[in-house]
């Protein structure tokens, strides 16, 4: 099998300090630049230094210097007058860390010394999970390490500034997680020791979930509020709770974590844009929050602050919540879907809502399902196929069309075979087996992770870094 591929990101351009100056007045100034802007398996990282001497000053060495996650140690020594440039090659091993790699170049003639520096970064080469949110991505590598990409106009990846990027970046914090659910505007991740951490919208960087709860898996896919299930099976919600969505019997919000009121014990969380859903040790389904378009699947379009009973005798799997749409799988393999359709996010092939759940239209059977931030749902066959069905525009479906819709699941172009999908507002993800992380559909802030911005790609791509 051939080996991962490591990426290395770069400032490009030419980054200068000021020059050292001589008794004398004589100066030299070295600007630094660092290209191409990433590195891939079998190719090379560039550096090139050139030394601007003055006076009479003689450049007789340049130090390429580099720490971190790549180390670099190289002099060239030198004789000529006037300029010096060096330009440098220097591989990348195979698996290197993921990490900042800080790259120094100086020049000396005696005691006249100048020197310039800027810092690359080594991408991951796999991951374990991945989890689309709104405008953004984030997911794990196998050391536990969560990255996160694309819009950061709300601090959605966690780096302390605002600034979006089309690269992966990892989070500012030291803390390891085993798990992480994007929303609308932030993700919460979970340690192996069951403490959540949030970031996004309100908080710059992680942040621990106040209340001491030891939660056993997360869901954080709803727009402003996320919830979280304990060992026992208790469910507590947190966030905006203007339609009820926090299950506690009110409507007033909590930063704090509250729990999920009617005594029920859950397998299974899905938070929808403004509303919740659990799924019992039976198979039972319980939905409760906003209900404008019968998300809720207790035949009403009437909001509740409590758990409601999903109509019919279904016994299901797993569930994946959207916008204003919900969907379960059952044990034959088959989805079921209600709320919002105008954008056929039910999958029977119609634009009417169902406040109660109505068959997807496949012949398909289905092993899992993922949650939507948006009006789409994506699935997976046993085989690790994928389909997905609704809202088309940006190519977020993955059949390679765009400014259209998929009224039944469509496959996802390629055949590649998936561990897990996830959907965004208008961007899907996948992991496969491998731990290669891919993404479709619109880009326009960076979240399909390939390193650019802009435009939309209607087929899996792997995220920058990896070996497809």
Not at 56 to 62: E, G, K, P
Not at 383 to 409: E, M
């Amino acid at each position: 099998m051939k080996p991962p591929k490591i990426v290395i990101l770069a400032v490009i351009g030419s980054i200068g300090c000021s020059s050292s100056t001589s008794p004398s007045g004589v100066t030299i100034n070295v600007t630094l630049t660092v290209t191409p802007p990433h590195v891939a398996d079998g190719d090379s990282l560039t550096v090139g230094a050139q030394a601007v001497p003055s006076g009479n000053v003689t450049v007789r060495l340049i130090v390429i210097h580099a720490t971190g996650a790549l180390t670099i140690t190289d002099s060239v020594t030198l004789n000529g007058a006037g300029p010096q440039s060096v330009t440098r090659h220097y591989a990348v091993p195979l698996q290197t860390p993921p990490g900042r790699v800080n790259v120094t170049a100086t020049a000396h003639d005696g005691g006249v010394i100048d020197s310039a520096a800027t810092t690359v970064f080594v991408l991951p080469y796999a991951y374990t999970s991945i989890s689309a949110g709104g405008y953004h991505t984030c997911a794990l590598t196998p050391d536990s390490t969560a990255y996160c990409w694309g819009a950061n106009a709300a601090w959605q990846l966690a780096t302390g500034d605002t600034v979006s990027s089309g690269f992966p970046v990892a989070v500012a914090t030291s803390v390891r997680f085993v798990a992480l659910s994007a929303g609308g505007f932030h993700t919460c991740a979970l340690t192996a020791a069951g403490a959540a951490y949030c970031w996004g919208g309100p908080d710059s960087v992680a942040k621990a979930v106040t209340g001491g709860i030891t939660f056993a898996l997360l869901a954080a896919g709803g727009t402003n509020h996320e919830c979280g299930l304990t060992a026992a099976g208790i469910a507590y919600c947190w966030g905006y709770n203007g339609m009820g969505q926090l299950g506690d019997s009110g409507t007033t919000s909590s930063a704090t974590p509250v729990a999920v009121a009617g005594g029920l014990t859950f397998t299974r969380l899905s938070t929808g844009g403004a509303h919740s859903c659990g799924l019992t040790a039976a198979g039972s389904a319980y939905c409760w929050g906003f209900n404008n378009s019968g998300q809720l699947g207790d035949s009403t379009i009437i909001d509740r602050s409590t758990p409601v009973a999903v109509k019919g005798a279904f016994t299901f799997t797993s569930l994946a919540t959207g916008a204003g749409h919900s969907c379960g799988l059952t044990t034959t393999g088959a989805v079921y879907c209600w709320g919002a359709n105008g954008a056929y996010q039910l999958g029977d092939g119609t634009q009417l809502s169902h406040p109660t759940p109505a068959a997807v239209q496949t012949t398909v059977s289905f092993a899992s399902m993922g949650s939507s931030v948006g009006s789409h749902t994506c699935g997976l066959t046993g085989s690790g196929l994928g389909y997905c069905w609704g809202d088309d525009v940006f190519g977020q479906i993955g059949d390679g069309a765009t400014f259209s819709s998929a009224p039944t699941p469509h496959a996802i172009a390629g055949g590649q075979v998936f561990a897990a999908v996830s959907g965004g507002s208008d961007h899907s993800c996948g992991v496969s087996p491998a731990h290669v992380a891919y993404c479709w559909g619109y880009n326009g802030n960076g979240q399909l992770g390939t390193g650019s911005v802009g435009g939309t790609t209607p087929t899996p791509v792997p995220v920058i870094g990896q070996i497809p």
